[in-house]
């Protein structure tokens, strides 16, 4: 019997130190999952903030493109094209003798 009741402190310690050691896992593993979700939630802030900063910037580029066409065809316009062919480079539409149709 002096066995026996040396026996069963000890299986209660062992029990009580498995216990304490799953509590403690849970813990830790609960402090590992709180840091992942804060983690995410601060990288989802920060890809979002940097998302807005992009369409931001394509709003600003598409509306210089936009300004860019209007200028391309304010410059490209055959009136223009053909006063400053006159006033810079000296050229004329050529008479209609020198005018020549090639057949193909």
């Known amino acids: 019997m002096a066995q026996a009741k040396t ?14 050691l799953v509590v403690a896992l849970l813990t830790l593993l609960t402090l590992a999952s709180a840091v992942a979700v804060i983690s995410a939630s601060h990288l989802t802030r920060v890809q979002y903030a940097r998302l807005q900063q992009l369409e931001r910037e394509q709003d600003q580029l598409q509306t210089e493109w936009g300004q860019l066409l209007l200028e391309e065809s304010a410059w490209s316009t055959p009136s223009r094209v053909e006063r400053v062919a006159s006033e810079r480079l000296d050229m004329r539409l050529p008479d209609v003798e020198q005018v020549e149709v090639i057949q193909p």
């Open 7 to 20: 026996s069963m402190p000890a299986r209660r310690h062992g029990l009580l130190s498995f216990w304490l």
